[in-house]
């Protein structure tokens, strides 16, 4: 896209008979990313845009690209009048010493950790920060869960046939994002505009179940007998021919809701990880015994504590969060480890919880 110091923004109404929409006259730096998080407060719903749009009857041949100048129809949305302003480039800082900020009051919640190439790394939580919900949708969206011990997964269908841009199918093994491909619904007709969750075997826990790992979100744009031709939202594994397909899960978690802490609560046992390693490290994920049936949220915090036995009191030694729940079990990552206390058959105890 052009770059330019200063541009126009201008909204122009547009009334359907039908259905709600509005027109938009795109402005440089604009995407259908930024245009679905603005008019739907969910980026991921950009294909709606997208598919309103397409050429040829639309402006939009490539999702990658859209072009100052553009008026693109907007669906589901309300026709609302909006004064027109002036997008201005600030002015360069000015050159000088370094301004140093004290920080006054100290901040919500800070986790710092030692990362596995031995640099210093962590987050901080503050009050300016409190807009951003406490686990991120990709997060939750990519995490992955438990299944039956042998036989396919519970599932809607499968991933058949890819396609490129073109719509001419090609002989990639793997999809990559705005690639359109067949999928295959047995006994489902699903709407255009439904998004589903693609997902596939990635190993197994002995004796538990096997290891379900998401590869990529689709949403069907074309609907046909035997299916969909479904677009590729985003890609989060090797998102491949024959990988199976449920309904995107739902995702209500509220931006700023943070777990509290709490004195009671049950124990949970780590029955397995996604990935088994000889130690396993920050951001590794491992599956607890406790689920939503025993009311388990996205989002609880779950510490190991150890006890010196000399009367102090016990420290946390690592710390898991709840990244996706299950009626039988919770998936959860390390976000904070002391020492390397995480392992099959632990015992971790309720820390935090989600109001």
């Not at 997060?139 to 841009?165: C, H, K």
């Not at 690592?318 to 390390?334: E, F, K, N, T, Y």
Request: overall charge negative; aromatic content about 8%.
């Amino acid at each position: 896209m052009v770059r330019s110091a200063a541009a126009i923004l201008a909204l122009f109404i547009f009334t359907g008979a039908a259905q709600a929409q509005q027109r938009h006259t795109v402005v440089d730096g604009e995407t259908l990313w930024s245009l679905a998080q603005r008019y739907y407060s969910d980026p991921w719903r950009w294909p709606r845009i997208y598919e309103a749009n397409r050429a040829p009857s639309g402006q939009v041949e490539d999702p990658h690209w859209i072009y100052p100048g553009e008026v693109l129809i907007i669906p589901d949305v309300d026709a609302t009048p909006v004064v027109a302003e002036m997008v201005i480039e600030p002015a360069p800082a000015p050159v000088g010493p370094p301004v140093v900020v004290v920080e006054t009051v100290e901040p919500e919640r800070t986790v710092f950790y030692n990362s596995p190439d031995g640099g210093r790394a962590g987050f901080i939580l503050s009050g300016t920060q409190n807009t951003r919900p406490v686990v991120p949708r990709e997060v939750a969206v990519s995490a992955p869960w438990l299944g039956p011990v042998s036989g396919d997964p519970p599932n809607i269908g499968t991933v058949t046939e890819f396609s490129g841009a073109d719509d001419e199918l090609v002989s990639r093994t793997i999809a990559m994002p705005f690639d359109r491909i067949l999928i295959a619904l047995p006994g489902l007709a699903a709407a255009r505009g439904t998004e589903l969750l693609a997902f596939r075997v990635a190993g197994e826990v002995p004796g538990v179940g096997q290891v379900l790992q998401p590869t990529g979100v689709l949403a069907v744009s074309d609907p046909t007998p035997e299916g969909a031709v479904a677009l590729v939202v985003t890609v989060f594994e090797h998102l491949s021919v024959g990988d199976f397909l449920l309904p995107l899960p739902t995702y209500a978690l509220r931006p700023g809701v943070m777990a509290q802490p709490v004195t009671t609560g049950a124990d949970a046992t780590i029955i397995g990880f996604a990935r088994e390693h000889a130690i396993n490290s920050i951001h590794d994920v491992a599956f607890l015994d406790q689920g939503s049936d025993q009311g388990v949220s996205i989002g609880d915090e779950y510490v190991v504590l150890w006890n010196e036995g000399n009367g102090a009191p016990p420290e946390i030694e690592g710390r898991l969060q709840v990244i996706q729940v299950h009626p039988d079990h919770a998936s959860a990552r390390i976000i904070w480890l002391r020492n390397p206390v995480f392992q099959t058959g632990g015992i971790v105890g309720l820390d935090r919880r989600m109001p």
